[in-house]
């Protein structure tokens, strides 16, 4: 599998991994390798609605990652509010045959909570502090359909776990995810300290359209 083709619908829900933040055995983890590349990867946060977005045209590319619920995980049973969290004690693969970790998207704010996405994918990307600024080091691919664009919710007491990578570079940053929420809406989950190259600003993965049923050009 190259990474230009990685699909992260296909194993953001690792069945291998326990809802209450088991791992792969060590000598599986060790077995894979960290992320080490120079390009921008592609938004890879999908996330199945637990409510019906009505109000969508319909016709938008679905997922298979349900939503969880809270109680069944001691982790997030102490979180309390919409919190984006970066599960550093995690060892999962990313894409099969990388070092990964989970993030969740924890609702315990006492209402359901709506969030725009394109094809089921959430606008949450993760970024790094260098140079004294923040900056994108994910990217998230625009559609030319208006069919793609619609809503997902999370209810409360729910949440949503997605695998990420582990990067691997020359530069020494402190890294977090950014939820775009909506109008001057942002959340951002804990910060943690990683390593990654410095095209990884720059330069978009990019993605070349296999059919006309795919709307995405980058």
């Known amino acids: 599998m190259s990474l230009l083709d990685i699909n992260p619908d296909s194993y953001k829900s ?9 791992s792969l055995n060590d000598t599986t983890f060790s077995n894979l390798k960290n992320i ?3 390009f921008m990867l592609r938004g890879y946060f999908y996330a199945l609605s637990s409510i019906e977005d009505k109000d969508a045209p319909g016709g938008f590319g679905g997922s298979g990652n349900k939503a969880k ?3 069944e995980n001691k982790q997030l049973e102490s979180v309390h509010g919409l919190k984006l969290i970066i599960d550093t004690t995690s060892h999962i693969d990313f894409a ?8 969740y998207l924890s609702n315990k704010s006492g209402v359901d909570t709506g969030f725009e996405a394109s094809d ?3 606008s949450i990307a993760a970024e790094a502090f260098y140079k004294g600024t923040w900056s994108s080091i994910e990217y998230l691919p625009s559609s030319w359909c208006g069919n793609s664009y619609h809503k997902v919710y999370l209810k409360n007491n729910e949440y949503w776990e997605f695998n990420v ?3 691997l570079g020359q530069i020494k940053v402190k890294l977090r995810y950014r939820l775009d929420a909506g109008p001057g809406n942002k959340l951002y989950s804990n910060v943690v300290t990683a390593f990654i190259n410095k095209k990884q600003f720059s330069v978009k993965q990019g993605h070349s359209p296999n059919t006309i049923m795919d709307p995405y050009n980058d």
């Open 165 to 167: 990578p582990r990067y």
């Open 36 to 38: 080490d590349i120079k």
């Open 96 to 103: 099969e045959k990388f070092k990964g970790q989970k993030v």
């Open 69 to 71: 619920k809270i109680s």
């Open 14 to 22: 690792n069945k291998k991994v326990s809802i209450d933040g088991g």
């Open 120 to 122: 089921s994918r959430l």
